[in-house]
């Protein structure tokens, strides 16, 4: 078993090389088709600001909703695992979870909204 243990460290390293390599090949393949597509330097900043303009300004908040929920669906689930139920840990995680990314889209919804009234 303790031979195992010491790939753990090298496939994380290895995975996370090649999410790393993967996104900036990909991200290099984008610039020259959009050179190759003929778009002069002011098209492509243009195209690069509206990218950013659209992006959500709310997204840790969004993150911050979904842990605080996750972390109270743990609690309950702890808590009725100590009672003898433990059917309630996965059950609790997920509905809090899942109560938190609707609560996250909600709040998302309505704060982005808000800014574009302001506009």
């Known amino acids: ?7 753990i460290p090298i496939i994380m390293i290895l995975v996370i090389g090649i999410v790393l390599v993967t996104y900036f090949y990909l991200r290099s393949k984008e610039k020259q088709l959009i050179i190759e597509k003929g778009l002069d330097s002011e098209s492509i900043k243009l195209l690069y600001n509206n990218y950013k303009l659209h992006r ?26 100590e009672n003898g139920k433990e059917f309630l840990m996965p059950l609790s995680i997920f509905v809090f979870t899942g109560i938190g990314f609707i609560t996250a889209n909600i709040v998302g919804k309505k704060l982005d909204d808000k800014d574009k009234r302001e506009e």
């Open 1 to 7: 078993m303790p031979v195992l243990e010491i790939f």
């Open 56 to 81: 959500s300004s709310y997204n840790l908040m969004k993150i911050g909703i979904i842990l605080v929920s996750l972390g109270i669906g743990f609690g309950f689930g702890l808590m009725g695992e």
